[in-house]
């Protein structure tokens, strides 16, 4: 009956193809364009670290102003923390895993003469960063903590950097010169951008990541550059490196690995505690305000997503709205238009029911169509998007099997639904009156 | 207007197409009104001046790496080099770039003090030369003496004794006073350190478009003596870009430094409001498709309400009607139907711009928008509506004789 009904739709779209055109092209258009903005705000949200989202939180302390709150909006604890915070919270090592780290850069200059020098930006870490957050590697591996604790000078690369200096060869023991100093090379990691970039969203939730990675204290032993945001409440105590380091200035991020609620509990209490003995020693004037926000929490606190991505999302989904409208509008025409032929077919024997099932059938091909139709104008769509805002949206733009079939799915859906009243009043055609009037 | 009564009577006898239509435009009407006003407001944005002479400036880096690199002698020599060039107007060492989306920041007040608020503005350090460079304007006190630039060592944490505001930044600090009688007055930055308002300037955007307090920026007396430092470089009208080559091969020569990141200003301008941009021309988009779907389904609905009365149309046109009078009974009833949709239409516009204006931090929009796009919605309801109602002025009377 199936294969029949769909014939029968097939047949009653080509007989009235210009209505069915419009039909097809007003839920092509509500589902690309929807499809484009869905897009682009699931990929601007979407899980960076799947398999261990849950485990990973981010650290807050509330070292701030006593006279003015980080966020007067909300009253958050500031979204970085000083040097002094990350070397002691680092130092008590109480979680599973922590990383402390911050955002430089300095100039590598190549072995190979051929090679101009040139600037890398610098991941300053500690050695748990790969195993926290799963970067996969080409060669080698990450350092281990008594890399971290002696500011042994090795480096981790990026496949670029690695491609770039070496020609893309197993580099491990060789020697980079990064910003005036040698550093050996242990490991060489495999393309990795979590997109979020969500370890450090502070600098660009959708930049690439750094070029290089070393070991985070060495910031303090060779006086390595602040990048990315700095805010301080207070300015620093004296002048030069040392007393921009021991001032209330933030600008490093870290994380810890809690793999169960009774070691999120016990690591609250520890920073609890940590934040008691700061404020003895005359620190943090505010309110005790830690907070630990797991992968998602975090993105969500950070409003990762744009405001402007989630504007066109709703504007989108009001533009499909219209759309249906027209259709319901347009397929109520169609199908009244029919009346005469549905009341000879009831006429015949043909019961309510199938009279129903053949119309939802012909309103399901039209969505199917639409949505085929609407998934090649996402795809324009989302190359619109990159052409109009550039590299920015590189990683924003592409369309998934999931999305795919979430948008025919969509497209099916709504036009079925939107076939729901036309249908019900088809099969409410009496008849004797169409078989009267005839 | 004696028709009015039959045709709003025929009209509840197919009560829903009509209710499909109206809410149509209610929609349509609440995402276009929305959309332009999103729109004006963006653009208003990105024609805001920066201040500065866009077109004839760039600006390059220089990281110096090789270890007896001298970060003074190097930024002196340049800096000489530079403003020799022919073509080139003026060129500073500036730690930001205004409009190009990253620099610094500070607070000023005007009592010290932990406890007082203090007024958010950008810094821009810059020597004598820098009102020069910039291309802004000093409209009272006067300019920085060459003896008044100090050089700023890596990490300082004090500042210079004296400054030069933006005319918006001496408003905020003194809403008083006028702009001119702010100079000589104190004001304090870091809380407590007191600096002396010495100049006001017309205009320096700061370098975030994005920011409330985008208008605020001060001039700070100094060279940062850093190994990474950036040159800020205007010239004559038109010689930018081989301007920007000469100075490129002109720093290139040395090779114990890098020379990176060599714009011109335009180009972070664009840059900086690309997502502007790209936000006006896609709601433009949506505007546009909008209207024709909308057009569409009207003229779908109405030829379709057009076939279904052609033995009505006939049998008016028979017992009298003219052309005239069938034309006007469509175009009346979908003014009828259009009228219900706006004023509904009115209602979603409002609640939509609510929205946005809660969960985006949008401003609220001018009332007038409102009429205009009830207006403007009718009218593309009317346009839309006349080929299929010219479509029924071309039935025959003799149709009324059909039984079909």
Partial sequence: MFGYYLKLAVKSIKKNALLSMLMVLAIALGIGASMTTITVNYLMSANPIPDKSTQLFYVQVDSWDPHNAFNDDNGDPPNQITWTEANNLFNAQ???????????GGIIVPENQDINPFQASIRLTTGDFFTMF??????????????????????????????????????????????????????????????????????????????????????????????????CWKSPEGEGFKAFLQSECINYQMWVQLNSEQEKSDYLAFLNNYVSEQKALGRFPRDMNNQLLDVMGWMENQQVVEDDAKMMMWMSFMFLVVCLLNTVGLLLAKFMGKSAEIGLRRAIGASKRDVFIQHIIEAATIGLLGGLLGL????????????????????????????????IGIAIVASVLAGLYPTWRACNIAPATQLSSQ | MLTLGPIFRALLRNKVGALLIAIQIAFTMAIIVNSVFIIIERSQETKRPSGIDEANSFFVNSSGFSENFSAKATIEEDLANIRALPGVIDAIQINAIPVSGSGWSMGLQTEPGAEHDGVGTAVYMVDERGINALDVQLLAGENFSASDIRWRGNSASDW??????????????????DYAQTIGK??????????????VIDKLQAPWVGWNNVDNSFLSPEYLERDSSSYFIRTEDGQRDEMMKQVEELLSANKSRVVQNMRSVDYVRERSYRGH?????????????????TSLGIVGLASFSVNRRKKQIGIRRALGATKADILHYFMTENLIISAFGVLLGAALTIGLNMVLVNA????????????????????????????PARKATSIAPATATRTV
């Avoid at chain 1, 109480?94 to 430089?104: E, L, N």
């Fill in chain 1, 376 to 407: 090649a104008l996402a795809m324009f769509g989302l190359v619109g998007i990159k052409t109009l805002y550039g590299d920015f949206v590189e990683n924003l733009v592409s369309l998934d099997w999931v999305m795919a079939f979430t948008g």
């Fill in chain 2, 186 to 199: 104190t004001v304090y930055i870091n809380d407590t350190e007191p600096m002396i308002i010495t100049g």
């Fill in chain 2, 277 to 293: 941009n790209a936000m006006i021309k896609i709601l433009s988009t949506v505007i546009i498709t909008l209207t024709i779907v």
């Fill in chain 1, 94 to 104: 109480q979680a599973t895993k922590q990383v402390v780290m911050a955002k430089s």
């Fill in chain 2, 360 to 387: 985006l931090s949008l401003t609220p929009m001018s009332w007038f928008y409102i009429p205009v796009g009830m207006l403007v919605l009718c009218l593309v309801g009317q346009a839309a509506v006349f080929g």
């Fill in chain 2, 160 to 177: 210079p004794d004296k400054i030069i505001v933006t005319e918006a930044m001496a408003k905020r600090l003194f809403p008083d006073l």
């Fill in chain 1, 134 to 231: 799963d970067t996969p590697f080409l060669f080698g591996g990450g350092w281990q903590l008594a890399s971290d604790q002696q500011r042994e000078q090795v480096i981790v690369l990026t496949k670029r950097i690695n491609d770039k200096l070496f020609g893309g060869e197993n580099s491990i023991g060789r020697t980079v010169l990064l910003a005036g100093q040698n550093y050996k090379v242990v490991g060489v990691l495999d393309a990795w951008q979590p997109m979020p970039k969500f370890y450090d969203v502070n600098n660009g939730a959708f930049d690439e990541s750094e070029e290089v990675f070393i070991p985070f204290f060495l910031k303090e032993t060779y006086e390595l550059p602040n990048w990315g945001n700095t805010n």
